[in-house]
């Protein structure tokens, strides 16, 4: 079972930063694109950012604030926040697979880490 591993999730009051990382099995890493999705309560899985070979696509609530990175030398894909705001309060998971929007276009995903922006 493949198996993506997230890091770096934790409470920050709004307008601090949090960097997220996610490790990636290396037949996987440099097959797939990898992105961020996240889910917060009662809402549905929701597009973040991916990075493929060609570079970064973020979705429109995190364009500037957010960039997503990757070493291809430890097989790993960071997100790094910044300017948090409460809204961005959600579990983050990581994804490898075709680079789109939906989350139905990943194959592989992580188990989720808990970000949390206090007011």
């Known amino acids: 079972q493949v198996q993506l591993v997230e890091s770096g999730g934790g409470l920050v009051q709004a307008g601090g930063s949090l960097r997220l990382s996610c490790?990636?099995?290396g037949h996987i890493f440099s097959r797939y694109g990898m992105a961020w999705f996240r889910q917060a309560p009662?809402?549905?899985r929701e597009f973040v950012a991916s990075?493929?070979?060609s570079g970064g696509v973020y979705a429109e609530a995190v364009k500037g604030r957010f960039t997503i990175s990757r070493d291809n030398?430890?097989?790993t894909v960071d997100l790094q926040m910044k300017s948090l705001k409460p809204g961005?309060?959600?579990v983050y998971y990581c994804a490898a697979g075709s680079i789109g929007r939906?989350?139905?276009e990943y194959a592989y995903w992580g188990q989720g880490t808990q970000v949390t922006v206090s007011s």
């Open 51 to 53: 990075i493929s070979w």
């Open 88 to 90: 961005d309060t959600a």
């Open 42 to 44: 009662g809402k549905e």
């Open 102 to 104: 939906r989350a139905y």
């Open 23 to 25: 490790a990636a099995p």
């Open 73 to 75: 030398a430890k097989n």
